[in-house]
């Protein structure tokens, strides 16, 4: 079935350093990808998504692109701040959405 | 636009007592609502899928007569727990997909936080 691989965590990072979590997928036919960001004690939140083959996602200095030929979404940005730190999830969907196993991102002053 | 809330924030109830947790998609309409189950530090465990107007599709391993699901209408699902034991202790997440939006995004609920003494 469908299913996400996602870089295990935890990642911790000083301000302003470059982010890249990684997140690969396995899927028949042609998923939709996103990127969610969970704060402590809180929901899901959408971060950035694609629905189709070399879309690039973006949001809040984040971005992702939808790479078929390497079946990756991986997510990156610039420069990191404080206010930064959250569990992140990839996920694909078809129907049911499956996530990966999160992130979870530390960033330091 | 397409915001779901969830009803109570927080519970904590007594052993063997129900539960009723509400899921509302307050400015769309979501022929289709998930329920999700997350333990700490781990990601989201898909519990049942429910469709307006007919019976819930529950994931292999959940016990049906002990999570009851209802979606009645288009903007409200609910999940009981019944009987509820200290080990049904968890993060429980709602989401509602919109159904003139095609790319399968679904929308997320805040979470309830129930807590079986």
């Known amino acids: 079935g469908d299913s996400v691989t996602q870089m295990e965590g935890p990642v911790t990072l000083s301000e302003e350093a470059f982010l890249t979590i990684n997140c690969t997928y396995t899927?028949?036919?042609?998923?939709?990808l996103f990127w969610y960001v969970q704060y402590p004690g809180e929901g899901l939140q959408l971060l950035l998504k694609?629905?189709?083959?070399?879309d690039k996602g973006s949001n809040k200095g984040f971005e992702a692109t939808y790479r078929k030929e390497t079946t990756s979404f991986h997510l990156e940005k610039g420069s990191v701040q404080v206010s930064d730190s959250a569990v992140y999830f990839c996920a694909l969907s078809q129907d049911d959405m499956r996530f990966g196993a999160g992130t979870r991102l530390t960033v330091k002053p | 636009g397409a915001v779901v809330s969830q009803h109570p924030s927080r519970v904590i109830c007594k052993s063997g007592t129900s539960v009723k947790i509400e899921c509302r998609s307050l400015d769309f309409q979501a022929t289709t609502m998930f329920w999700y189950r997350q333990f700490p530090k781990q990601s989201l465990m898909l519990m049942a899928t429910?469709?307006?107007?007919?019976?819930?599709?529950?994931e292999q391993g959940v016990e049906k007569d002990k999570f009851l699901i209802n979606h009645a209408s288009l903007t409200l699902s609910t999940l009981t727990v019944t009987s509820a034991h200290p080990e049904d202790s968890s993060f429980y997440i709602c989401?509602?997909?919109?159904?003139?939006?095609?790319?399968?995004?679904?929308?997320f609920g805040p979470g309830t936080r129930l807590t079986v003494t």
């Open positions: 429910s469709n307006e107007g007919s019976k819930a599709t529950y």
């Open positions: 989401s509602a997909r919109d159904v003139y939006v095609s790319s399968y995004e679904q929308y």
């Open positions: 694609a629905t189709k083959a070399d």
């Open positions: 899927a028949t036919g042609y998923p939709s």
